[in-house]
């Protein structure tokens, strides 16, 4: 006879270990006994694997057995085999791997989850002024055109358009420009096209001409545009396709932001690992989907 699984909640981003128990209508004591695995007592981090002392079946069987739970946690727990339970117990509590290789498509339900989870909202949602049917179609769109229809390229593309994008909530770099060398030719897109060169290398490759160049607001005023432009960059300008493949966010996150763990700049290092810890959030979103639990 198949045995139940092991309940588990995986860290869709940093945050306080007692925060997680309060969650969960745990004790942080109690909670912590079954998790003593984890190298912090105090924080977890994104990807890390918290042990449930629950029981059940099935998600229909647990939602028999703790009535009192909101819905909501119910997306957030996942059952795993005994196996990878000694696993993730012989220390291996970060990693995060995808469930399949399967396009997600992305809809509103997951995109808001991406939203909410990676700018760490507990209650309620994150708003954007951005209709999010249209973001979500959009994105899938443009993953299409950029051939990022696996699950490895799905997610690294996501991981950084959420940022870039400040949770899908513009399109436009904020500032627009300011007080930067580009000037005029800041940021736009899911992944914020910057430099004259830049905007005109896409317009020849897109359309044979210069009318990004001439009017780069078109990435920001026509959504189709800015689905091919950021497909264009994702699949041909800097291609990110085999790093995702590879699953080398560290390289991807080189290549679109610039920046790595080894730079001098505070700024810069905090965003490298906020970027690290979408890739992990976007994954766990990503599986959740897949199994029926978003």
């Known amino acids: 006879m ?7 909640h995986r860290v869709p981003y940093e945050q306080f270990f007692s925060d997680v128990a309060i969650d969960f209508r745990f004790k942080p004591d109690a909670l912590y006994s079954e998790n003593q695995h984890l190298p912090n007592v105090f924080k977890v981090d994104a990807g890390d694997v918290i042990f449930l002392p629950i029981a059940g079946r099935n998600l229909t069987d647990l939602r028999r057995r703790y009535p009192s739970w909101p819905d909501d946690l119910f997306h957030q727990v996942e059952g795993i085999t005994e196996w990878e339970a000694a696993y993730v117990q012989s220390g291996r509590h970060g990693e995060v791997h995808n469930n399949g290789d399967d396009f997600i498509a992305i ?3 997951v995109l808001q989850t991406i939203m909410d989870r990676c700018a760490k909202v507990k209650k309620g949602h994150i708003k954007s002024s951005l209709n999010l049917g249209t973001v979500a179609g959009a994105l899938n769109h443009s993953m299409a055109l950029a051939n990022a229809t696996n699950r490895r390229r799905e997610v690294g593309f996501l991981s950084q358009a959420v940022i870039e994008t400040d949770y899908f909530r513009t399109f436009a770099e904020y500032g627009k420009g300011a007080g930067h060398d580009y000037g005029n030719y800041y940021g736009r897109g899911m992944h914020q096209l910057t430099w004259e060169a830049t905007y005109s290398a896409c ?4 359309y044979k001409d210069d009318r990004l160049v001439k009017n780069p607001d078109l990435i920001l005023n026509d959504i189709e545009v800015n689905a091919q432009a950021t497909a264009w960059y994702w699949r041909d300008y800097k291609p990110f396709n085999t790093l995702a493949d590879k699953e080398d966010i560290n390289e991807i996150i080189h290549r679109l932001y610039g920046g790595t763990e080894q730079s001098k700049k505070k700024a810069v290092v905090d965003s490298v690992h906020l970027r690290q810890s979408f890739y992990k959030t976007i994954k766990i979103i990503l599986n959740a989907r897949s199994d029926g639990r978003l």
């Open 2 to 8: 198949m045995s139940d699984p092991v309940w588990v």
């Open 107 to 109: 809809d509103t339900t």
């Open 203 to 206: 317009s020849q490759a897109l």
